[in-house]
Nanobody, 120 residues
């Protein structure tokens, strides 16, 4: 099992930026594809972005393309989500997880999440 701890959320005005971090521990981080998901109030959790174990392959949900950037530092066992040009509809609890890169489905544990609130 991989343990995950997210941080970096907060309150930001529309158009602003935040950088989320997810620190992993417990198993060999560099073996796993990683992803970010989010869950807005009253909605189901949705896929946001994924990055392969090597960092060479990346995919995003269409609504964040060009605004969000996923990256990872295997030496620090950390995956990041840089979020720019934030919109009120990006408001959600953001989670990282081990994922199957092809299916975008989480295959392991979830962290506790970090709240992102974008004001208009």
């Amino acid at each position: 099992q991989v343990q995950l701890v997210e941080s970096g959320g907060g309150l930001v005005q529309a158009g602003g930026s935040l950088r989320l971090s997810c620190v992993a521990s417990g198993r060999t981080f560099s073996n796993y594809d990683m992803g970010w998901f989010r869950q807005a109030p009253g909605k189901e959790r949705e896929f946001v972005a994924a990055i392969s174990w090597s960092g060479r392959l990346i995919k995003y949900v269409d609504s964040v393309k060009g605004r969000f950037t996923i990256s990872r530092d295997n030496a620090k066992t950390t995956v990041y989500l840089q979020m720019n040009s934030l919109k009120p509809e990006d408001t959600a609890v953001y989670y990282c997880a081990v994922v199957d890169f092809a299916t975008r489905i989480s295959t392991g544990s979830w962290g506790q999440g970090t709240q992102v609130t974008v004001s208009s």
